[in-house]
């Protein structure tokens, strides 16, 4: 069975693609709808094997994909890796920054490299990458941004460092919306809330018990899929969002909108919509089933 999206087949056809953290995760769900609906996806991440494993599924799907080894901190690996793009597929349509991650700790234990750690991986590594497309492809081209940021709003505690750097994120495409529009070049982002990927299993013990109870406080009453998270990022690198710069696409269940004055009413009535063929869920979400 191949991936079901929503979208028109071939929406996608003959454009090129970059996703970061194409490895695993959402960007691995995001690569392999994009490739269903007509796009080569540049794969780019840290692990060259994750990377083969999701070029390799997506060839096995009938779908074009290219892995790319990059840390996005670097900006001369960033450059040659647009390079690479840029000479194999002769052209640049679409980047999906993806690519990040955190720990849960106390503001108050957060070392100061800690902080510049995260912060430089969910914030100066995407602005790289946006810049580094802009300026070799993008700016006589035009094309289309979609920087993945979190569910930051009111802040976020226990996360400080990725929630100050996805806030950073947000403003920074707000900007390039703006800088960029002469271009022809859209930037958006996308909020994900509680998503059941393969992230969830990166965490400590003590933040996974937090993550099982979470479901409860979202006025959906469950985690959302990593599909619908991909749906959200396909829509605005469509020709449907070409009037659509510098906003953002919540995809959290209503979680912001729960408020301490607002008993949570336990539910089942939202269906979560389970686009992605290949999708499993996280080994936390196993436990106890």
């Known amino acids: 069975m191949p991936y079901q999206s929503v979208f028109r087949p071939g929406v996608f056809d003959g454009q090129t693609i970059i996703v970061t953290g194409g490895g695993s995760g959402i960007g691995r769900c995001t690569a ?7 796009a080569h996806v540049a794969l780019v991440g840290r692990t060259a094997e994750k990377l083969e494993s999701v070029r390799n599924e997506i060839a096995e799907d009938g779908g074009s994909a290219s892995a790319h080894p990059c840390d996005i901190r670097d900006e001369i690996a960033v450059g040659e890796t647009i390079d690479a793009v840029l000479a194999a597929r002769g052209r640049l349509d679409g980047l999906v920054n993806n690519a990040g991650g955190q720990y849960r700790t106390p503001m108050k234990t957060i070392s100061t490299k800690g902080f510049e750690a995260v912060v430089r991986n969910n914030l100066t590594g995407g602005f790289i990458f946006m810049r580094e497309a802009y300026k070799r492809w993008m700016e006589n081209h035009g094309g289309a941004i979609v920087n993945i940021i979190a569910d930051i709003w009111h802040g976020w505690p226990d996360f400080a460092h ?3 750097a996805r806030g950073g994120m947000l403003t920074l495409s707000e900007t390039a919306a703006c800088e960029w529009a002469q271009s022809g070049v859209r930037v958006n982002t996308v909020a994900p809330g509680g998503i059941a990927s393969s992230g969830f299993d990166t965490y400590a013990p003590e933040a996974k018990a937090k993550i099982l109870e979470f479901p409860p406080t979202v006025p959906l009453q469950r985690f959302g899929t990593e599909a619908e998270v991909s749906a959200a990022i396909v829509y605005l ?3 449907a969002a070409a009037y659509i710069t ?5 995809v959290d269940g209503g979680t ?3 408020r301490g004055t607002w008993k949570q009413s336990p539910h089942d009535r939202s269906q979560p919509y389970e686009g992605f063929h290949r999708a499993t869920l996280p080994e936390l979400l196993l436990q106890g089933r």
């Open 32 to 38: 392999h709808e994009l490739a269903s609906l007509g």
């Open 162 to 164: 990725s929630g100050a």
């Open 237 to 239: 690198l469509s020709p």
């Open 246 to 250: 510098g906003s953002c696409i919540r």
């Open 256 to 258: 912001p909108n729960a």
